[in-house]
């Protein structure tokens, strides 16, 4: 069974920084897009970063352009967001997914993905 394993949350300061990771089971890696949502309480989800299967053009929302970063290894079926000068706005919970579709770029439109992680609460806060 297809599964996606989110972990790295936690509670930091304004400024600081985390990185999410996304573990990766029963499926290969590298036939997959993966992308990193968020949802903010009383909030949608928003598409915060993807990345394609072979790594080439990561897409980031204009809200963390600069600050994150998003990075795969498909040999060890992980994936990685570096979150630098966090702000109190990226409090959210965050869900990595997989997108199985045969274009070759991801996109940040949470419809396009197939597979769900259980998230991860990322709390910005003094």
């Known amino acids: 069974q297809v599964k996606l394993v989110e972990s790295g949350g936690g509670l930091v300061q304004p400024g600081g920084s985390l990185r999410l990771s996304c573990a990766a089971s029963?499926?290969?890696?590298?036939?997959?897009?993966i992308g990193w949502f968020r949802q903010a309480p009383g909030k949608g989800r928003e598409g915060v970063s993807c990345?394609?299967?072979?790594?080439?053009?990561?897409n980031y929302a204009n809200s963390v352009k600069g600050r994150f970063t998003i990075s795969r290894d498909n040999a060890k079926s992980m994936v990685y967001l570096q979150m630098t000068d966090l702000k109190p706005e990226d409090t959210a919970v965050y869900y990595c997914?997989?997108?199985?579709?045969?274009?070759?770029?991801?996109?940040?439109?949470?419809?396009?993905?197939?597979?769900w992680g259980q998230g991860t609460q990322v709390t910005v806060s003094s």
């Open positions: 029963a499926f290969t890696l590298d036939n997959y897009h």
């Open positions: 997914a997989a997108d199985r579709s045969p274009f070759s770029f991801c996109g940040l439109d949470s419809d396009q993905y197939e597979y």
């Open positions: 990345i394609s299967r072979s790594g080439i053009r990561p």
